[in-house]
């Protein structure tokens, strides 16, 4: 797939976090949410279902481990065009929240569960993917290790459109 890159402006993001703190809600669910409804729109569908990423780093003991502990968590919006958008927002809140309380339910026991046929080609529950990288990224220096980071076209995607915000 093609990977496009766009810079925000610093004011931009600043107004838009802003924006999200007025409304009681984080960066993540501001711009997950304004991505469901511009999905919405161009799809002119009201179901909108997109995997994000969670760390699975819930209990202590794994917060020091190398490894990745990664599970994908499902969020489905039903957009409602005649809401406000703080509305919009109050319900996208709530859809986020209450799927954050299932995240320890491993991926593929929610694919077994659901009897979704699996596939190597795609992602067996949806087929959006929205990531928020909003923590800095160290380099982690190991004694005896060569380690580098994959650059974007090396990793195999498994959705049709994955927007990452950086």
């Not at 999200?20 to 669910?29: E, H, I, N, R, T």
């Not at 304004?34 to 202590?60: K, N, W």
């Not at 299932?102 to 593929?108: A, G, N, S």
Request: aromatic residues 6%; contains cysteine.
């Amino acid at each position: 797939g093609e990977v496009i890159q766009q810079r925000l402006p610093r004011e931009q993001l600043q107004a838009l976090s802003a924006y999200a703190q007025s409304q009681g809600v984080s960066l993540f669910m501001l711009l997950q949410s304004a991505f469901a409804l511009l999905l919405s729109r161009y799809s002119g569908e009201q179901d909108i279902v997109m995997g994000t990423p969670v760390a699975g780093r819930e209990h202590p003991d794994l917060q020091h481990l190398i490894g990745l502990f990664l599970n994908t968590l499902v969020l489905r919006h039903w957009v409602d065009e005649t809401q406000t958008m703080g509305e919009w927002l109050q319900h996208t809140k709530d859809t986020i929240l209450k799927a954050f309380e299932h995240q320890k339910l491993p991926f593929e026991q929610l694919v077994d569960r659901l009897g979704v046929e699996r596939s190597l080609n795609h992602n067996p529950l949806c087929q959006v993917k929205f990531v928020l990288q909003n923590h800095e990224q160290d380099q982690v220096v190991l004694p005896d290790l060569a380690m580098e980071q994959m650059s974007e076209r090396q990793i195999q995607l498994r959705f049709d459109l994955d927007l990452t915000v950086t």
